[in-house]
């Protein structure tokens, strides 16, 4: 039978839980997950997990941090006062903001902090830091063809 392998376009089926049990994602039913090996557009973890699997093989991996949303950076998270942003904001701890940065590029900041005129904004992924469990199934391989 056929591995998957690097350039293969697969689908699988997955379910993505913390380590407390509680789910993070999911694929839909009707609906799997479909990306190419090697072109580095899921986790780094994930993909190693489907490379070599199998159509209909299952597996359950845990993804440490390094291989998922990264290490959890003190240096992306950083307090500053109200004023210093937008007036009119309707801020609360877990407001997700898009801060654009002095050149141009644009990226997500969550409120993990409200107190005396200030505010905590913290730019790492919401699972940075978190060890990831994923049950994957390999639905099908779909291998280009050379002419």
């Given at each position: 039978m056929s591995k998957a392998q690097e350039g293969d376009l697969v689908r699988v089926a997955y379910q993505g839980t913390l380590e407390d049990g509680s789910v993070f994602d999911s694929s839909d039913e009707d609906e799997p997950l479909a990306f190419v090996l090697g072109e580095d557009t899921v986790l780094p973890g994930f993909e190693k997990a489907v490379l070599g699997m199998e159509i209909g093989e299952q597996k359950t991996v845990r993804i440490p941090p390094e291989e998922g949303f990264g290490i959890h950076q003190e240096r992306l998270v950083d307090e500053f006062s109200l004023e210093a942003l937008p007036q009119g904001l309707q801020l609360k701890v877990g407001t997700q903001l898009e801060v654009t940065a002095?050149?141009?590029?644009?990226?997500?900041?969550?409120?993990?902090?409200?107190?005396?005129?200030?505010?905590?904004?913290?730019?790492?992924?919401?699972?940075?830091?978190?060890?990831?469990?994923?049950?994957?199934?390999?639905?099908?391989?779909?291998?280009?063809?050379?002419?």
């Open positions: 002095e050149d141009g590029s644009r990226f997500q900041v969550v409120v993990t902090d409200l107190r005396a005129g200030r505010v905590t904004l913290d730019a790492n992924h919401p699972l940075a830091g978190h060890v990831l469990t994923f049950h994957i199934e390999l639905l099908a391989i779909d291998r280009p063809t050379i002419n």
